[in-house]
């Protein structure tokens, strides 16, 4: 099993819809991180987590809202989806030093 | 702001070294270099990192100049399975707040030929 797993994998939703994207990890760390890939660029980062209670904004929050029920566990959610919100989101986790994060495989979404 | 520069993208032959450099010429003290790697939309996936020091692990080898203002990542063998976009990164190894994100530029796409 992977490590750090993402649902959906792809989705496909209307403009004004609400989505939520899920991301568990079995590593066991604190810290957690929800990303966003453009076609060509690089990642993005949304919000981040240190710990079931320590949510932050990242450099591109608004239209965006994130959950994190449990340290395994932290969901971002689009609550009126709009059609510049179409990209790739990466899930990722990292222990409390940082070395190195492990992704999840990504959520291709597509908002028509 | 860009805290690095890479070049958009590099060839290799399949079974030769591949060297990807890295300028990061306003790294600060307690900044480490990090390598990561993107194969074809999936997530990316951690190389290496060093502060000074030149660092090898077995994925690839890490060549840190001594003014710390460029680095060179060294696949010694590279294989189709490398083909992927490569991202060098600076940044604190430990701290909290935006300091610990990971910042990713648009790296060098590697494509190795048979």
């Known amino acids: 099993d992977a490590d750090v797993t993402q649902t959906p994998r792809n989705r496909i939703t209307k403009t004004g819809k609400r989505i939520m994207l899920e991301c568990s990890q079995t590593k066991g760390h604190d810290r957690m991180y929800w990303y966003r890939q453009d076609p060509g660029l690089g990642l993005r980062l949304i919000y981040y987590?240190?710990?079931?209670?320590?949510?932050n904004k990242g450099e591109i929050s608004d239209g965006y809202s994130v959950s994190r029920q449990a340290q395994a566990k932290f969901s971002l959610s689009l609550e009126s989806a709009i059609p510049n919100q179409t990209a790739l989101y990466f899930c990722?986790?990292?222990?409390?030093?940082?070395?190195?994060?492990?992704f999840g495989q990504g959520t291709r979404l597509t908002v028509v | 702001d860009a805290k690095t520069t890479q070049p958009p993208s590099m060839d290799c032959a399949e079974g030769r070294a591949a060297n990807l450099p890295c300028n990061h010429s306003?790294?600060?003290?307690?900044?480490?270099v990090y390598w990561y790697r993107q194969i074809h939309s999936q997530g990316p996936q951690y190389i290496i990192h060093g502060l000074k020091n030149n660092e090898t692990n077995e994925m690839a080898s890490l060549i840190i100049t001594e003014d710390r203002k460029s680095s060179t990542l060294i696949l010694p063998h590279a294989t189709l399975r490398d083909t992927a976009v490569y991202y060098c990164i600076v940044r604190p190894r430990e701290g909290g707040g935006s300091n610990y994100k990971l910042t990713f530029g648009k790296g060098t796409l590697l494509t190795v030929n048979p």
């Open positions: 306003t790294i600060s003290g307690n900044e480490y």
């Open positions: 987590s240190f710990d079931v209670k320590d949510i």
């Open positions: 990722a986790t990292s222990d409390w030093r940082g070395t190195e994060a492990f």
